[in-house]
């Protein structure tokens, strides 16, 4: 099925270490967008690209990273986690039909 | 502080019943969408709306655009328990660029 695939679904992190979360689109959208949804707030944009080789920071940038190498992928990357990145993670593309959203990573950090 | 509102924050109503529920900005939206999710996944697109007091219908959902393009609503005929789930309005606005930015949502319960 088209549409957009995160992995991984579930995670737990210990405080300081790192990891990645994937995300890859095949509806070939050029924007693709990276939010976290915190009980009661929302979601709220972390990094977005508008296309390979493009990115730039949303609302809470501080404490991760992203690349986009091609139109397909746009990881995200935490470098050191802290408890104040629990949260669930969701990566989403959006073409002229508005956002598809992946299914979410749910992450905590202890 | 939320560019967009939306109320009520939570709704439980019995099967059958009717709702409402409301985006507000205090700005300009050069569009609006609604989306519905449910839990453990991803918000779903239901509509997309651009034009100052435009009514859609999508089954038994009816979603109109304010004249002034600064609220929303969406109001649900005869609730269903697959109705349940959260509901969120995003709005873009022409000084945010090409991003739309999310509302806390409305958490809805329909019980049978």
């Known amino acids: 099925n088209a549409g957009v695939t995160q992995t991984p679904k579930f995670r737990i992190l210990k405080i300081g270490q790192s990891m990645t979360l994937q995300c890859t689109q095949d509806m070939n959208h050029n924007y693709m967008y990276w939010y976290r949804q915190d009980p009661g707030m929302g979601l709220k944009l972390i990094y977005y690209s508008v296309g390979a080789g493009i990115t730039d920071k949303g609302e809470v940038p501080n404490g991760y990273n992203v690349s986009r190498s091609t139109t397909e992928d746009f990881p995200l990357r935490l470098e050191l986690a802290a408890p104040s990145q629990t949260s669930v993670y969701f990566c989403?593309?959006?073409?002229?039909?508005?956002?598809?959203f992946g299914s979410g990573t749910r992450l905590t950090v202890v | 502080t939320q560019l967009l509102e939306q109320s009520p924050q939570f709704l439980s109503i019995q099967e059958g019943e009717n709702l409402t529920v409301y985006c507000n900005s205090s700005?300009?939206?050069?569009?609006l969408q609604w989306y519905r999710q449910e839990p453990g996944e991803g918000p779903v697109l239901l509509v997309t709306v651009v034009t100052g007091g435009e009514v859609k219908k999508l089954k038994r959902l009816t979603f109109q655009f304010g004249d002034a393009r600064k609220d929303s609503s969406l109001h649900i005929t005869a609730a269903q328990p697959g109705d349940t789930g959260l509901y969120l309005c995003?709005?873009?606005?022409?000084?945010?660029?090409?991003?739309?930015?999310f509302g806390p949502g409305t958490r809805l319960s329909v019980l049978p």
């Open positions: 989403a593309s959006r073409g002229e039909g508005g956002y598809t």
């Open positions: 700005s300009v939206f050069s569009s």
């Open positions: 995003a709005g873009a606005y022409d000084n945010y660029g090409q991003n739309f930015v």
